[in-house]
Structure formats: structure tokens, C-alpha cells
């Protein structure tokens, strides 16, 4: 047999004596409150970075938004958010509706002083030959349009001098296939104002559409300037060596075409003279004519009715019916009559009328 079982008691826990902090040192507090200090300047800058992604597109402008030197984004005025750089970059460009201006450097040099510098290719950039041979100077300034943003990034810092180049190929071509009139008021008598002005707007519709044709193949080709030109202003003179020259070609013409005109007038005024005489001889010769032919009808109206009655009758008869016709007038005309040897083979002497 067992005894009872009695539980064991655990023994009484030791006691921990309790061990104090140590005091914390003025260099350990200054540690702590250099990086709070650092993490806060680090969310701040942080913050400052993630804000730098956020920024407004003002009016007329449009923003690019590159993505490690890729487009991915384009967008018009308005709040923008993007990534910050160096993750996304935002380029702006002008809107497709704001119309840029761009004075053509190649048309704004200075007046040259002589033939020489007229004659030097050099120098005389800025003039054009038309088509009869006209020597024009021109100043020329372009309004455009950007109408793809990228496009017009790559290309801005060329962009000035590609737009020279290429109005000037395009007014060349243009002024090459128009006159002088065509280009300027050469000669105001030749035509109205209103005139004029429909062919100045002609020559710079004509000029635009040619530098839009130049910017599309470079489109096609994919070195396009993602501009369209719309408007092309042009203020055109006379070279000031050839001024004097223009006007003695002028004045010499002028002067022809006066002498063209008045010998016209004069040839006009013979012509209609020299009509109207025409037609009175000719009234006057048809009246003559039918007067002689009436006359004559008259004469012989007699002699072609015994004509028409020739066959019917003896000749003898025919000459008796004549002499007894005439006789009686005869002898009226006569006034006396004097008769010799009476009888059938009587002869009369009749006095003749009077001179």
C-alpha cells in the first residue's frame, strides 16, 4: 500500500532585484533628433519630387510628355500629372491654335546701293525674277501653326532656317510663274484696285499652298517640322538701282500704248467715214441704176411691144404704126412745118429746136 500523495509545493521564486535605466547622455538625444530630423527633410523632399510631377499647361500651349526620352503623352491646357524627372520630362510647345510669326531673314537684308551688288548672288537674296522678266524685292514675313508637338521639339532649332529655306524655294517657283503686275502695282493704269488686290491675294494664296506642299513631302518622308504655315504677308518694291530704269520701260510703254490707242481712234474714225461714204455711193449708184433702167423701160416699153407683136404683123405695118406714133409729137416739137413737092413723096423741112 502507498501512502497518500501529498502535492509538492514549487519553490518561491527568487527575487529580481530591478535594474534602473541608465540616463540617457546629451550626445545620445542629439542622435536621436538628427534622424527625425533627416527622415522629415527626406518626406519632404520626397514630397517636393512627387509635386514636381504636377503643373499646369497655360493657355495656347500644349505640353509633351517624355518618358525616358520617349513621347507617351500630349496634352492640351489644363492640370497635368505626370512622374516626376528624371523618371518623365514635359516639353511645351505652342497650341494648334496660336499663330506664331516668323519675319524670313532671307527677304529682310538691307537695300543694296549698285548694280554690282544687284548682280551679286551673294547679296541679292532677296529679290525675285518674274516671268517677264521683272526684277522684284521683297520682304517677306510667315505666320504658322504647330500641328504635332513632337514633331515641332525635334525640329525647333532648325525650324527658322528650314521656313527660310523653303518660302524662298516656294516664292521663287511662285514669282517665276506670274508677272510683274502679278507680284506689285507695276502699273496702275493697266489695272482697277479691286483687281490688284485679287491678284495679291492670289500670288500669297499661291505662295502658302506651295511651302504646305514642301512641309507634306517632308511629312512623307518622316523629317517633318509638325508645322503648317497659314498666312504669308509680302510687301514688294522695285530694286532703287532699277527704279529709274523700271520707269523709262514704263513711260516708253505707256507712251506706246497711247500711240497704239489714238491710232486706233484714228483708224476707227476713217473706217466708219470711209463706211458712210461707201454706202451713199452705193445708195446713189443703185438709185442712178434704177432710175436709167426705169427710163429705159420706159424708152423701149413701146419698141418690146411691137417686138411682141413682130411675127403677127408685116414690117410694113409695123413701121407705119411707129411713124404714125412719133409723127405727132414730132410736129408738136417742130412748131412750123414747111412741105415741098406735095404728094405721096412729100418731103418736110421742120426747123430744128433751138440750141
Known sequence: ?????????????????????????????????AFVA???????????WLASGVRQVGPGMQAVVLRFGAVVAEQGPGLLVTWPAPIAQVETAPGPDQLIELPLTRFGVGEVSDMAAVLDPRRNSAFVLTGDAGLVRLAATLFYTVTSAPDWLLARDRLAPALDRLAAASIAAVAAGSDLDGVMVARPEA????????????????????????LQALDDVGTGLGV????????????????????????????????????????????????????????????AAAERVAVARARTAELRTLAAHADELPRASVLERVFRDRIGGILEQAGSVTTMEPGLSAKLILPGAPP
Open 1 to 33: 500500500m502507498t501512502g497518500p500523495v501529498t502535492e509538492s509545493q514549487p519553490p518561491a521564486p527568487e527575487m529580481v532585484p530591478e535594474i534602473a535605466p541608465l540616463p540617457r547622455g546629451a550626445w545620445v538625444q542629439a542622435i536621436d533628433l
Open 38 to 48: 533627416v527622415f522629415l527633410v527626406v518626406a519632404g523632399l520626397a514630397l517636393a
Open 191 to 214: 489695272t482697277t484696285s479691286a483687281t490688284s488686290a485679287a491678284r495679291r491675294e492670289a500670288l500669297r494664296g499661291a505662295i502658302v499652298a506651295a511651302i504646305n506642299r514642301r
Open 228 to 287: 503648317r504655315v497659314a498666312r504669308i504677308d509680302i510687301a514688294a518694291a522695285l530694286p532703287a538701282v532699277l527704279a529709274p530704269v523700271y520707269q523709262d520701260v514704263l513711260s516708253a510703254a505707256q507712251r506706246s500704248e497711247q500711240a497704239i490707242a489714238e491710232a486706233r481712234t484714228s483708224a476707227a474714225t476713217i473706217g466708219q467715214a470711209a463706211d458712210r461714204l461707201r454706202i451713199h455711193l452705193l445708195r446713189q449708184a443703185e438709185g
